[in-house]
């Protein structure tokens, strides 16, 4: 037993695939080459779907197999990385202190008093 065994399960890039069988293949320059056919799910989050695809043994190793469907087929594309979600600091909300509850209280007092002033000195022909 190899590891293109059919029905072998392996793991390539963290990616799950199973050797299905092999395929005999001739190149157009007359070489022969083994081609292994493989299966494994597509890496679209949304899809999942089992695919099949044909290969090399060399890409194998090199661990250049397809991670989608054909449907999402992208090539050289990464799979997106869940990254985990950065908590978004609360807006500090400060207590006012009594102190300055005080303080806000004066403000708007005196800012009626002005208000009160001016409309006292206000020309009455502006009435
Ligand atoms: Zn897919």
Same mark, same amino acid.
């Given at each position: ?8 399960i392996?793991?390539?890039r963290?990616r799950q695939y199973?050797i299905?069988g092999?395929k ?7 070489r022969y080459?083994e081609m292994i056919r493989?299966?494994? $799910?597509? %890496?679209?989050?949304c899809?999942? =779907?089992?695919?099949r #695809? &044909?290969?090399?043994?060399?890409r194998?190793?090199?661990g250049?197999?397809n991670?989608?469907?054909?449907l999402?087929?992208?090539p050289g594309?990464?799979?997106p990385?869940?990254?985990a979600?950065?908590k978004r600091p609360k ?5 006012? $202190?009594? %102190?300055?509850?005080?303080a806000? =209280?004066r403000e708007? #007092? &005196?800012?009626r008093?002005?208000?009160a002033?001016q409309r006292v ?7």
């Amino acid at each position: 037993m190899n590891r293109f065994t059919p029905g072998r399960i392996f793991k390539s890039r963290g990616r799950q695939y199973q050797i299905l069988g092999t395929k005999d293949h001739w190149t157009r320059d007359g070489r022969y080459v083994e081609m292994i056919r493989y299966q494994s $799910t597509c %890496a679209e989050t949304c899809c999942g =779907r089992t695919f099949r #695809a &044909l290969t090399t043994k060399s890409r194998i190793r090199k661990g250049q197999l397809n991670k989608r469907c054909e449907l999402h087929h992208a090539p050289g594309i990464p799979i997106p990385v869940k990254k985990a979600r950065k908590k978004r600091p609360k807006a500090h909300v400060k207590k006012p $202190t009594a %102190a300055a509850r005080l303080a806000a =209280r004066r403000e708007r #007092a &005196l800012e009626r008093a002005i208000l009160a002033m001016q409309r006292v000195q206000r020309p009455s022909y502006l009435d």
